[in-house]
């Protein structure tokens, strides 16, 4: 079965540092792009950015550059989310999404498929 | 960043009602767009990609169209399993952004 499986539930205080995990299993790991989505309690989807575990290449979107940080272990087929001090604004589900690239004539269409459950992170004193 | 806009940001309709969702890119996304659904509690699920394309398993009943900067999901007959919140996402440029998602609610 082809999923991802995200760390659990993070209940932390402001000024720590937090990394939650995705486990990917089912599919080729490190030929496939994993990307970070927040969802804010009762906000809309926010793509945070994406990384390459074949080559730990990552891309991250101006609003979350600097903020977060983007890691993987291919040798685990697992990629990484990371604060090194949390605020509270921080407190959100983040999910972990597969990025599934669709060849047509050339022309590359990406999509989110398959998706973590999510994490929630807690960030309050 | 392609900013995407949806309308309407809420929806009430019925059992069997058609429902049209639009969203709006704010350049010429060509036809990069994806649709997902969203439950309470739940991760969001893929219904259609590249404006018109089903996902493996997605019901018929769920179309797209457009292309440039204006399109659309439609619901030819809402199910009880459809009340459920819609974003749309772009694909063509990273960041890859989202819509501020659309919540249908049940009349």
């Known amino acids: 079965e082809v999923q991802l499986v995200q760390s659990g539930a993070e209940v932390k205080k402001p000024g720590e540092s937090l990394k939650i995990s995705c486990k990917g299993s089912?599919?080729?790991?490190?030929?496939?792009?994993i990307a970070w989505v927040r969802q804010m309690p009762g906000k809309g989807l926010e793509w945070m950015g994406i990384?390459?575990?074949?080559?730990?290449?990552?891309r991250y979107s101006p609003a979350f550059q600097g903020q977060v940080t983007i890691s993987a272990d291919k040798s685990i087929s697992t990629v990484y989310l990371q604060w090194s001090s949390l605020k509270a604004s921080d407190t959100a589900m983040y999910y972990c999404?597969?990025?599934?690239?669709?060849?047509?004539?050339?022309?590359?269409?990406?999509?989110?498929?398959?998706w973590g459950k999510g994490t929630t992170v807690t960030v309050s004193s | 960043d392609i900013q995407m806009t949806q309308s309407p940001s809420s929806l009430s309709a019925s059992v069997g009602d058609r429902v049209t969702i639009t969203c709006r890119a704010s350049q010429n996304i060509n036809n990069y767009l994806n649709w997902y659904q969203q439950k309470p509690g739940q991760a969001p699920n893929l219904l259609i990609y590249a404006a018109s394309s089903w996902q493996s398993g997605v019901p018929s009943r769920f179309s797209g169209s457009g292309s440039g900067t204006d399109f659309t999901l439609t619901i030819s007959s809402l199910q009880p399993e459809d009340f459920a919140t819609y974003f749309c996402q772009q694909s063509h440029t990273a960041p890859y952004t989202f819509g501020q998602g659309t919540k249908l609610e049940i009349k």
């Open positions: 089912g599919f080729s790991f490190t030929t496939s792009w």
């Open positions: 999404a597969r990025r599934h690239n669709w060849n047509v004539g050339g022309f590359y269409y990406y999509y989110m498929d398959v």
């Open positions: 990384i390459y575990p074949g080559d730990s290449e990552t």
